[in-house]
């Protein structure tokens, strides 16, 4: 079972940023956040991951709340090719460091 | 190209047949796993290796499904005695350690008429 709650879908408008939420209440003191994205007819495409600071890079940042039950991708400036499903995923990281993914959030980026 | 290379990229079968469907790694990459996504859903785990052994099958469905990677790069996994139900794209996806990106292939549609 994915360990994760997203909501199915968001709208954004073009240049806004994009706050995607994920809950993950049931997380232990191993497991990564990874979010993934993917676009239609592609395999999924990794975006960022962190332990329990915030993370950043050319894609997007990442924000995990102090008690990282929740997080938070943000895609600073969203553009129409943003338009994708976004997997929030927790993944232990032991040996497998197997990826579970539920259902994820349709992102629509509008103009 | 240095990307997680998958063929064929659509295969149409019928049922009851025997299918192959391939996946190269980037190289080096010594993780390497197989999953499953029916349409609207997110990709469903199947089977893990690290190097040439299986070290996690359990999300394989049934003994109809089986994967080797034997020389610890190029996996192919095999489906016996197709079903309509084994419709779905099969994606690989390969990491160098853990704990780093995962990078997916773009799939193969799987189409059992």
């Known amino acids: 079972d994915a360990k994760t709650t997203q909501p199915p879908s968001m709208d954004c408008a073009e240049g806004r940023a994009a706050n995607l939420p994920c809950n993950h209440s049931?997380?232990?003191?191993?497991?990564?956040v990874y979010w993934y994205r993917q676009i239609h007819s592609q395999g999924p495409q990794y975006i960022i991951h962190?332990?329990?600071n915030n993370e950043t890079n050319e894609m997007a940042s990442l924000i995990i709340t102090e008690d990282r039950k929740s997080s938070t991708l943000i895609l600073p400036h969203a553009t129409l090719r943003d338009t994708a499903v976004y997997y929030c995923i927790v993944s232990p990281r032991n040996a497998g460091n197997m990826l579970t993914f539920g259902g994820g959030t349709r992102l629509m980026v509008k103009p | 190209g240095a990307g997680v290379s998958q063929t064929p990229s659509n295969k149409v079968t019928e049922k009851g047949k025997y299918v192959e469907l391939r996946c190269d790694p980037i190289s080096g990459h010594t993780a390497l796993y197989w999953y499953r996504q029916s349409l609207g859903q997110g990709p469903e785990f199947l089977i893990y290796f690290q190097g040439t052994g299986a070290a996690d099958d359990s999300g394989l469905p049934n003994d109809r499904f089986f994967a080797v990677r034997p020389e610890g790069s190029v996996s192919t996994l095999k489906i016996q005695r197709t079903e309509r139900g084994d419709s779905a794209v099969y994606l690989c996806?390969?990491?160098?350690?853990?704990?780093?990106?995962?990078?997916f292939g773009q799939g193969t549609r799987l189409t059992v008429v």
């Open positions: 962190g332990l329990k």
């Open positions: 049931t997380i232990s003191g191993n497991e990564y």
């Open positions: 996806a390969t990491r160098a350690a853990m704990n780093t990106e995962a990078f």
